[in-house]
């Protein structure tokens, strides 16, 4: 069996760890988001994209932060799972 996969560069998503994330309370629950600085430079990474003016250097960043952003949902979605 051949799987095909495209290979796609990225910054690697633990290089937002430090200043990207922080754990916000939400309900009882501490959840995994994206600080307000990581929040606005993927939106404005999108903003490019949809416009059609992202660089590669940008689109690196941008698949980064994405994956990260995969990341958070299911870990997330896994604690308030575990919590109910």
Do not use: C, H, W
């Not at 922080?22 to 990474?45: C, M, V, W």
């Amino acid at each position: 069996m051949r799987l095909d996969m495209n290979a796609q560069l990225m910054i690697q998503p633990s290089f937002f760890i430090d200043a990207g994330i922080q754990l916000q309370p939400i309900q009882g629950l501490y959840l995994f988001k994206f600080s307000k600085d990581l929040q606005t430079r993927l939106e404005a990474l999108n903003e490019r994209k949809r416009v059609a003016t992202l660089t590669t250097d940008e689109a690196v960043e941008l698949t980064g932060i994405l994956e990260l952003d995969r990341i958070f949902t299911l870990l997330n979605a896994k604690i308030i799972g575990e919590s109910a």
